[in-house]
């Protein structure tokens, strides 16, 4: 278990305390990285496609990756909250069957570990502006992958460590839904890494079943059996998260994208995107500049 768990790090973005209002009132809201809080006052509302968690004090909330979820406060709420983005070696999340938003009960070691987290990372608050679209992306987000790069070696892993421990709080069996690595046949999972890693190349399943040295129906079957989707869903869903990713970090074009995610043309990038995320990707860059961070 030890070993799965730090195949994955985690790089800081943001951190902060911060007391919000009616203002905090965001629909649609789909980000590549997680967002994780700790309510100390007032009340808001968290959802996703299922569920509709009431945000209260003395409570943890997650938000993985790529999670559809609409936020929202009524009247007031203070709120410790840390946002940041998932790295692995075989790019596989570790919220990759759980993508929903979560809440858990807080323990006095989370507030304290919010607390070091904002006093060892200073000035990592949404400090600019209250609209991103004041801001451009790409030269904001070089910004604090700077102030990751500056950090010192014990800055650094304190700030994984307290990342990982909040994470953690998340990892129950009462809580997260876990498919066990070891029931996934190899081929499947090393399919499952090579797509993530690999986005950019020609992915056609006939070409991932010789990989795997399987008929190409056979090989299907299996994936979709393990992953619960077909080979070219999941392929989809894989490039269309980093398209994500790309329009919030980036200045890149939608040719650009297409291009640096495996789609022949923009064309077809957008009509899967569309499919995927049920807006275009215009509307989607759009909605990102809508959007409080």
């Known amino acids: 278990m030890i070993k799965r768990v730090l195949k994955h790090n985690f790089s800081l973005l943001n951190a902060d305390h911060v007391h919000l209002g009616i203002k905090w009132n965001y629909q649609n809201v789909i980000s590549p990285y997680y967002r994780l809080y700790y309510i ?17 004090p003395g409570y943890l909330y997650i938000i993985p990756s790529f999670t559809f979820c609409n936020l929202s406060c009524q009247s007031y709420m203070s709120q410790y909250f840390i946002q940041f983005f998932e790295e692995s070696f075989d790019g596989i999340s570790l919220f990759a069957g759980n993508r929903s938003v979560m809440k858990t009960k807080a323990k006095p070691v989370d507030v304290i570990n919010f607390a070091r987290l904002l006093e060892i990372n200073p000035g990592r608050g949404i400090n600019r502006s209250d609209n991103p679209k004041i801001y451009e992306k790409d030269i904001f987000y070089k910004e604090y992958q700077e102030l990751n790069n500056k950090q010192n ?3 650094y892993l304190e ?4 990342i990982l421990q909040l994470i953690a709080r998340f990892l129950t069996a009462d809580i997260f839904k876990h498919q066990e690595i070891n029931h996934i046949p190899v081929k499947i999972m090393e399919a499952i890494s090579f797509i993530s890693l690999n986005l950019k190349q020609d992915l056609s399943i006939k070409f991932l079943a010789e990989r795997a040295n399987q008929n190409t129906d056979y090989f299907s079957r299996q994936f979709q059996q393990f992953t619960g989707e077909r080979p070219i869903n999941y392929i989809h869903e894989k490039r269309i998260e980093r398209a994500q990713y790309l329009m919030v970090a980036t200045q890149m074009t939608f040719s650009q994208i297409a291009a640096h ?3 022949e043309n923009v064309f077809y990038f957008s009509k899967i995107f569309k499919k995927i995320t049920g807006i275009s990707p215009g509307n989607y860059r759009k909605q990102l500049d809508l959007q409080i961070r």
């Open 40 to 56: 100390d006052k007032g009340a808001g509302e968290i959802s996703d496609v299922k569920t509709i968690l009431q945000l209260e």
């Open 153 to 155: 070696v014990a800055t």
């Open 159 to 162: 700030t994984q460590g307290i």
């Open 261 to 263: 995610t495996g789609f």
